[in-house]
């Protein structure tokens, strides 16, 4: 059995069609599928087939190989990350208490405090960076302990193996999101974690043309309570987005490799540069959470943030006058991407409480692509005359 990460991904557990052996694992594009008696659906791939909201191949294909690539018993994927995000929500019950990072990702903190707050669940956010905050709050009963790291925009890290142990001793379970590094440059399973959680459209997709999401467990009580809520609430992605991710998944390595080695010159080169006032990246060996990045990450992935002399106003235009990097929401494409959180990813979260995380009106957050190391920090140099 391969044990190498690129084998892994590119086989992917040896799923090929019975009938056809094709090479890429096909599309099954269809809604049902017949029955030869009443109540005793066709089974295929380790699955019962009867309609594909339940089971659908070309899914259970995609949640064997992002299974694979985590190193997980178990996995789930769904139309979004968010819908990941809601699948979790609804095994929770009124009265139940969550923990979660404080500057987790902005459509997070709105389904938290916008849709399931008011359904009786109830949110703390904490510095999840500082072991005694968690375990601080944990104090108080708590269900669940909702972890993002490295987070996203501020790139704050959180010990998993420390934090998920706070969160086990509390009689809570934990997830991580690991959507920012993925599972090529982090796999919180093993480090204590009880769930993984990632948006597939970020680097396990890697091209910027799906959207979906998943959810990797070794436990099998927690996958089938979170595949009963997966078919329940019809949180699934269609055949077509399953396809792209498992094609994606293919090149997830090479891709790492290359998104890494450039964000560590990009992140040289703005904190060299005397207009830049702060640099958000876990591989600078000033970043706080540096040593602890060293410790469970391969490398220290492709994302990071900046702030620039002068605030908003020249933040803005360094923004508007970078010609590779694209304004655009989302991260993990193989196309270098610029995002201002405080309009756009964060929108949501309420100024004074974006502003007490450290979410700044003037930063910048870079999502860093596979072009030209050279080429990119030519196009940051020329904007950042602007500011």
Same mark, same amino acid.
């Given at each position: 059995?391969?044990?190498?990460?690129?084998?892994?991904?590119?086989?992917?557990?040896?799923?090929?069609?019975?009938?056809?052996?094709?090479?890429?694992?096909?599309?099954?594009?269809?809604?049902?599928?017949?029955?030869?008696?009443?109540?005793?659906?066709?089974?295929?791939?380790?699955?019962?087939?009867?309609?594909?909201?339940?089971?659908?191949?070309?899914?259970?294909?995609?949640?064997?190989?992002?299974?694979?690539?985590?190193?997980?018993?178990?996995?789930?994927?769904?139309?979004?990350?968010?819908?990941?995000?809601?699948?979790?929500?609804?095994?929770?019950?009124?009265?139940?208490?969550?923990?979660?990072?404080?500057?987790?990702?902005?459509?997070?903190?709105?389904?938290?405090?916008?849709?399931?707050?008011?359904?009786?669940?109830?949110?703390?956010?904490?510095?999840?960076?500082?072991?005694?905050?968690?375990?601080?709050?944990?104090?108080?009963?708590?269900?669940?302990?909702?972890?993002?790291?490295?987070?996203?925009?501020?790139?704050?890290?959180?010990?998993?193996?420390?934090?998920?142990?706070?969160?086990?001793?509390?009689?809570?379970?934990?997830?991580?999101?690991?959507?920012?590094?993925?599972?090529?440059?982090?796999?919180?399973?093993?480090?204590?974690?009880?769930?993984?959680?990632?948006?597939?459209?970020?680097?396990?997709?890697?091209?910027?043309?799906?959207?979906?999401?998943?959810?990797?467990?070794?436990?099998?009580?927690?996958?089938?309570?979170?595949?009963?809520?997966?078919?329940?609430?019809?949180?699934?992605?269609?055949?077509?987005?399953?396809?792209?991710?498992?094609? #994606? $998944?293919?090149? %997830?390595?090479?891709?790492? !490799?290359?998104?890494? =080695?450039?964000?560590?010159?990009? /992140?040289?080169? &703005? @904190?060299?540069?005397?207009?830049?006032?702060?640099?958000?990246?876990?591989?600078?060996?000033?970043?706080?959470?540096?040593?602890?990045?060293?410790?469970?990450?391969?490398?220290?992935?492709?994302?990071?943030?900046?702030?620039?002399?002068?605030?908003?106003?020249?933040?803005?235009?360094?923004?508007?006058?970078?010609?590779?990097?694209?304004?655009?929401?989302?991260?993990?494409?193989?196309?270098?991407?610029?995002?201002?959180?405080?309009?756009?990813?964060?929108?949501?979260?309420?100024?004074?409480?974006?502003?007490?995380?450290?979410?700044?009106? #003037? $930063?910048?957050? %870079?999502?860093?692509?596979? !072009?030209?190391?050279? =080429?990119?920090?030519?196009?940051? /140099?020329?904007? &950042? @005359?602007?500011?």
């Amino acid at each position: 059995m391969a044990k190498g990460f690129s084998t892994r991904a590119v086989h992917q557990r040896g799923h090929k069609d019975a009938a056809s052996q094709a090479v890429t694992f096909p599309i099954f594009q269809t809604s049902t599928f017949g029955q030869a008696t009443p109540g005793q659906p066709t089974e295929y791939m380790g699955r019962k087939l009867s309609y594909a909201r339940s089971e659908n191949p070309t899914r259970t294909a995609l949640e064997d190989a992002l299974a694979e690539v985590e190193d997980a018993q178990h996995g789930l994927a769904f139309a979004s990350g968010l819908a990941a995000v809601a699948c979790v929500m609804n095994t929770l019950k009124t009265g139940d208490r969550v923990v979660a990072c404080a500057d987790l990702y902005g459509g997070s903190y709105r389904m938290f405090t916008r849709v399931y707050a008011k359904l009786g669940l109830e949110f703390d956010f904490v510095e999840t960076t500082n072991l005694d905050c968690l375990r601080a709050a944990v104090e108080k009963p708590t269900t669940l302990v909702w972890l993002e790291t490295p987070s996203n925009p501020l790139l704050n890290v959180t010990d998993i193996a420390g934090a998920t142990e706070i969160a086990r001793q509390a009689g809570a379970w934990s997830i991580v999101d690991n959507t920012f590094a993925s599972p090529y440059l982090q796999q919180p399973l093993k480090l204590g974690a009880d769930v993984v959680l990632h948006s597939t459209t970020k680097y396990l997709n890697g091209h910027s043309d799906v959207i979906g999401g998943a959810l990797l467990t070794d436990s099998r009580e927690k996958w089938d309570e979170l595949k009963f809520v997966q078919n329940a609430c019809g949180l699934i992605p269609g055949p077509q987005d399953c396809y792209l991710v498992v094609r #994606g $998944l293919k090149t %997830l390595a090479l891709r790492m !490799e290359r998104h890494c =080695d450039n964000a560590e010159a990009v /992140a040289a080169f &703005l @904190e060299s540069h005397p207009k830049v006032s702060r640099v958000y990246f876990p591989g600078d060996a000033a970043h706080p959470g540096h040593a602890v990045a060293a410790r469970q990450m391969r490398r220290f992935g492709a994302m990071l943030s900046f702030e620039v002399h002068g605030g908003l106003d020249s933040a803005r235009r360094v923004m508007e006058n970078l010609r590779l990097f694209t304004l655009a929401e989302s991260l993990g494409c193989v196309v270098s991407l610029v995002n201002h959180p405080a309009s756009m990813t964060h929108a949501s979260v309420p100024r004074d409480v974006r502003l007490s995380v450290g979410i700044a009106d #003037g $930063l910048v957050r %870079l999502s860093i692509g596979i !072009e030209d190391a050279e =080429d990119l920090i030519d196009d940051l /140099a020329q904007a &950042l @005359e602007t500011a």
